[in-house]
């Protein structure tokens, strides 16, 4: 009896090192305000619907990968980490959604399957998928964890922002807003997955800070050049 008591103790108290070690990387990896020049202009109604022809041609690249790299994650941990590999499964299905929603915002903006074809996947906005897929092949998966949620943070409030501007300044539906409503909102339970996933990685032995903060300034730095390239379509300078 005593020996529960003290393992429910011990479950509890790497629960709360988990969040805290999420909330706290969240923190440390968070955007620079200015690093994001598109969605600034989203927000105005100043983007032309030639850039948001891009974004929805460009996701339809990036959506997939992901989807697959999170399915080749939760393969990898299946075994040795199953809370790890719920987490994955979660991330992969919630591209497969999303990737259904991206056909409205695709024919809003006039992105549809001729102009999809024609279209050449820019490298700019391509190398974080590419880094996602690096992720799922060589990251260690807990820390991959810690980064991924970080990253989320920041790209769930970006998809608010453009789903309120999209309503507001371009006069798209609901339907044509979904993909980013999707993202915009928590997905149920994938906090309480994030949570699971650390604290497993808790008790394996442990978690490389240093290494989760490298997976996540490199995914950080990806996303940035994801939106400038996106914004420099616009024909903006630097400052």
């Known amino acids: ?17 988990a969040r805290q070690l999420l909330a706290t990387t969240t923190g440390k990896l968070a955007p620079d305000p200015g690093a994001n020049r598109l969605v600034p202009l989203l927000a105005r109604g100043a983007a032309s619907r030639d850039t948001l022809a891009a974004l929805a041609l460009e996701q339809r690249w990036v959506i997939p990968a992901d989807r697959r790299a999170f399915e080749y994650l939760a393969h ?18 919630g591209e497969a959604v999303a990737a259904e929603k991206l056909a409205g915002f695709a024919a809003a903006c006039g992105a549809g399957e001729e102009r999809a074809v024609r279209h050449d996947p820019l490298p700019g906005c391509q190398a974080y998928p590419a880094y996602v897929a690096w992720l799922a092949v060589n990251g260690s998966p807990a820390e991959t964890v810690l ?29 044509a807003c979904a993909f980013f409503d999707h993202f915009a909102a ?46 420099e379509l616009e024909g903006a300078q630097p400052d």
């Open 147 to 175: 980064a991924l949620h970080a990253n989320f943070s920041a790209w769930g409030g970006y998809c608010a922002t453009i789903a309120t501007a999209l309503r507001r300044h371009y006069g798209f539906t609901d339907e």
């Open 76 to 93: 990898r941990t299946a075994g040795p980490a199953p809370d790890t590999a719920a987490y994955f499964t979660a991330l992969a299905e």
């Open 1 to 17: 009896m005593e020996h529960d008591r003290t393992a429910e103790a011990t479950e509890k108290t790497m629960a709360l090192t």
């Open 186 to 231: 928590p997905a149920p339970g994938l906090d309480a997955k994030a949570t699971a996933a650390v604290q497993e990685g808790l008790a394996a032995g442990g978690l490389n800070q240093d290494l989760t903060l490298r997976y996540g300034r490199l995914l950080l730095a990806y996303e940035a050049m994801f939106w400038r390239t996106l914004w």
